[in-house]
């Protein structure tokens, strides 16, 4: 009879510990937070993911490019947990929040051998527009201007043309590109091309010796450190947009990418930190 009671107890034991590890919490499981949008944000977003993956062993941060106006959205339409948007938010996106982490501006840039070294605002015009068609008109080389203008659905279009006074239909291309790498490769493939990018990316791309110059813009230097001090006119704001207020693991993240902690990730992305 004891030996009897001795094996039924072990077995309701055995039993209790199979039913225990059943239904105990995964603590291994990985949580996914996702991110679409701006190829500008993009870089600066993944490194601060990499970061905040080292003190969340649980978490995995998926950062996926295609526009502004992808991570607006996807956020609206919970695609994604956060959409990244290099610009501020419109008006009939308001129902929208965005939480800046950065500053950048966009600067024209030029192939280094070009040796046009400045161009007024109504030249840049003329030249997006058509109506100048070769660089010995602003004095540099007699050789045909490639326009390199941006895709539809990229902020840095979106701002080109409010701070030039144009539409995009004005604009006379002869390249179409993307992402900010596209145009900045372009350039350096391409002695007779012109294009915009972010400020930040062009200065870090060139520091690291790439065959391209940043223009001045109304005679001040497209430069990260006039973006710190405000004096370059053509700037904007790296933003984090959600549907609504954020909650947990989107609100951590979102709080982590705007502590000063980050901001030696923001710097090394040639960005600027935003004053907290």
Known sequence: MKKLVMFVTLILLIGAVWFFLR???????????VLTGSST?????????????????????????????RGVSDAR??????????????????DLLSFTIAL?????ILNKANP??????QQIVDIYTGRITNWKDVGGNDAAITVVNKAEGRSTLELFLHYFGLKNT?????????????GIKTVMGNPNA???VSVGTAEYESSQGA?????PLESIAASVENLRNRSFPLSRPLNLVTRGEPAGLAKDFIEFARLPQVNDLVEAQYFVPVPR
């Open 211 to 215: 065959a391209i110059k940043l223009l």
């Open 23 to 33: 239904t105990k919490p995964d603590d291994t499981k990985v949580e996914k937070l």
């Open 194 to 196: 012109i294009a915009y």
């Open 116 to 121: 046009v070294e400045a161009l007024n605002k």
């Open 104 to 108: 950048d501006g966009i600067s024209v």
């Open 41 to 69: 944000v993009a870089p600066l977003a993944a490194e601060i993911g990499k970061r905040f993956e080292t003190l969340h062993s649980n978490v995995r941060v998926d950062v996926q490019t295609g526009g502004s106006s």
């Open 77 to 94: 339409a919970g695609l994604a947990d956060i959409g990244m948007a290099s610009r501020s938010l419109k008006e009939d996106e308001k």
């Open 170 to 182: 004005d604009i006379k291309p002869q390249v179409v590109i993307g992402d900010n790498q596209q």
